[in-house]
């Protein structure tokens, strides 16, 4: 499986990290990034997250290479004029995939498909593993939605398809992000303008949207909103759903059973806090001591999710699918 990087931050650089780690057949052919391969070469080594790169890391000749592997290096703002042909899969992680244009510049250079590490309006689909699996289909350019997304929609899911979801309201507990500034700046919102790693910041999350678009028959039973926390990873998800009516079964035991069929979440019985979950691959890790039921048939669940390596573990898993099919 032959895949192509077009953007080197954060989910592109973790991306390349899993694939480095697992051993398995994908194959890095081209790494494309604005920034300079020295910039690149260091962001990589170096990770305020996730910590030094466990191997050797060097530019040289036009290359990202680590451990001996060559990785070809572009400074390409436009992919389109590349050859990339013979390749299965770009992944899309500059964040600027929004119009139809930009986002199938890797099929206009000769790749196969093309999936874009966000929400985008541009692409055929939006596929959400463990949400609604079956619609990615024959679709060349694909969405991998947002984290939160990964995190919340597989939940829904299962909980709507097991128990049924009169009504809920989500708010994610979200950790900073490079979308917001250092210090006090104009913003998009006066919220959002201010110092990301000082205040709790309330504001929205484009899981709202996406949440209709890929379980549209939950567009009316839902609310979900977001809090910015001075957290620099790791978010959470904070839900209280009225249910149609609660198992018979032990409900931490349901909730286990459930969660972990998806294939994509996890549940713990242990006293987890943030940092616990990092590196964590799961699109969500239901903390089940914060579980709570009110009779006849409300619950509250907690869970966390770790918002680039577990995002990046999905856009994986997405890649293998996509590039799987005939």
């Not at 290359?63 to 400074?75: H, K, S, W």
């Not at 992000?177 to 913003?187: C, R």
């Not at 969660?259 to 903390?287: F, N, Q, W």
């Amino acid at each position: 499986m032959k895949i192509f990087i077009n953007g080197f931050g954060r989910i592109g650089r973790t991306i390349l990290r899993q694939v480095l780690q697992s051993g398995d057949s994908i194959e890095i052919v081209g790494i494309n990034d604005i920034a300079s391969l020295d910039s690149c070469v260091y962001l990589f080594r170096y990770d305020s997250v996730f910590g030094p790169f466990a191997g050797e890391v060097v530019g040289t000749d036009g290359a990202l290479q680590v451990d001996g592997t060559r990785i070809p290096f572009t400074n390409a703002p436009d992919i389109s004029g590349l050859d990339l042909t013979g390749v299965d899969l770009v992944l899309e992680c500059t964040g600027t995939a929004k119009t139809r244009e930009v986002a199938k510049r890797g099929l206009t250079a000769g790749a196969r498909a093309v999936l874009i590490s966000g929400p985008s309006d541009a692409a055929d689909r939006t596929v959400v593993l463990g949400a609604n699996d079956a619609a990615l289909g024959d679709a060349r350019i694909v969405s991998n939605a947002s984290c939160t997304t990964n995190a919340i929609a597989p939940l829904l899911s299962v909980l709507d398809a097991r128990l049924g979801i009169e009504r809920g309201h989500i708010t994610t507990i979200h950790c900073y992000t490079g979308s917001q500034p250092t210090v006090d700046m104009p913003g998009p919102s006066f919220e959002r303008s201010r110092a990301a790693a000082v205040s709790m910041v309330p504001t929205s999350t484009s899981a709202a949207g996406q949440i209709a678009h890929i379980l549209p028959d939950m567009q009316d039973r839902l609310s979900v909103t977001a809090v910015r926390v001075p957290c620099i990873s790791v978010s959470a998800v904070d839900a209280t759903f009225q249910l149609r009516r609660l198992p018979d079964d032990p409900i931490d035991m349901f909730l286990r059973d459930a969660v972990e069929a998806t294939g994509v979440m996890h549940a713990t019985d242990d006293a987890c806090v943030s940092t616990d979950m990092r590196a964590r691959p799961e699109s969500l890790v239901l903390a089940l001591r914060e579980t709570q039921v009110i009779q006849p048939a409300q619950l509250r669940v907690f869970g966390w999710y770790d918002n680039e390596w577990g995002f990046s573990a999905r856009m994986i898993d997405m890649a293998r699918r996509m590039v799987a099919r005939p």
